[in-house]
């Protein structure tokens, strides 16, 4: 499975940017969407259940943020606005099979990792 990330930049504060996540073949069940700030550790942002369309999000990214699918790009989204410079950060996207895709993510679930992309807000 290859997982390949594009979309990270520069912005200011204030912000949007769209991330995308192409997966290799399809979709799988669970899609998520870490970060690692600077000197920092890798930490869970959002996912979605790709069955049923169910999300969840970091209380840090709620409602700033929203993760979404196509299915026919075999592509996960992650629409990022209002953008702080905490922010700022490496955006990996990770896979998994099955439908267990709800609550905080943890690192150690996931087999499946992108190169990752940098977003970088300023103030």
């Known amino acids: 499975v290859q997982l390949v990330e594009s979309g990270g930049g520069s912005v200011q504060a204030g912000g949007s940017l769209r991330l995308a996540c192409k997966v290799s073949?399809?979709?799988?069940?669970?899609m998520t969407w870490f970060r690692r700030p600077p000197g920092k550790e890798r930490e869970g942002v959002a996912r979605?259940?790709?069955?049923?369309?169910?999300?969840y999000y970091a209380d840090s990214v709620k409602g700033r943020f929203t993760i979404s699918q196509d299915n026919a790009e075999n592509t996960v989204y992650l629409l990022l606005h209002s953008l702080k410079p905490e922010d700022t950060a490496v955006y990996y996207c990770?896979?998994?099979?099955?439908?267990?895709?709800?609550?905080?993510?943890?690192?150690?679930?996931?087999?499946?990792w992108g190169q990752g992309t940098q977003v970088t807000v300023s103030s």
């Open positions: 990770a896979a998994k099979s099955g439908t267990d895709c709800y609550g905080p993510a943890s690192v150690s679930e996931f087999g499946y």
């Open positions: 073949g399809h979709l799988r069940g669970c």
């Open positions: 979605i259940a790709t069955g049923s369309g169910n999300t």
